[in-house]
């Protein structure tokens, strides 16, 4: 009945609001990561061979194994947007259905 397909809305309501808050999450977790490295590159970018504390290390241009490159960071990032705009775009239809329940039951 009309009870059923309310709470029916609820929890898809509740489900979607749960997707959103992940991906606003996944959103934020890469601003910080990003705004760290922006941190580390212009302390870097003030460096040079005169600045104090600057130590001279063997295989100092190795890569590690487990560094992050650019072109997968990409990828991550876009992932993270792809799905936050997709998340927002379904809780507006959502929004719409929910919407379409509540006129129609009111009926």
């Not at 992940?22 to 941190?39: E, I, N, T």
């Not at 063997?58 to 194994?65: D, G, L, V, Y």
Request: with cysteine.
């Amino acid at each position: 009945g009309i009870k059923q397909k309310l709470q029916q809305k609820v929890n898809e309501a509740h489900q979607q609001l749960c997707a959103l808050q992940q991906a606003h999450d996944a959103m934020c977790d890469d601003l910080a990561d990003k705004m760290h490295c922006l941190d580390i590159e212009q302390q870097c970018h003030g460096l040079t061979n005169q600045s104090a504390n600057i130590g001279f290390h063997a295989n100092a241009t190795r890569i590690e194994k487990d560094i992050v490159m650019p072109d997968s960071w990409d990828s991550h990032s876009n992932y993270n947007t792809q799905r936050a705009t997709s998340e927002m775009k379904a809780s507006t239809a959502l929004r719409e259905a929910i919407n379409n329940t509540i006129e129609q039951t009111a009926n």
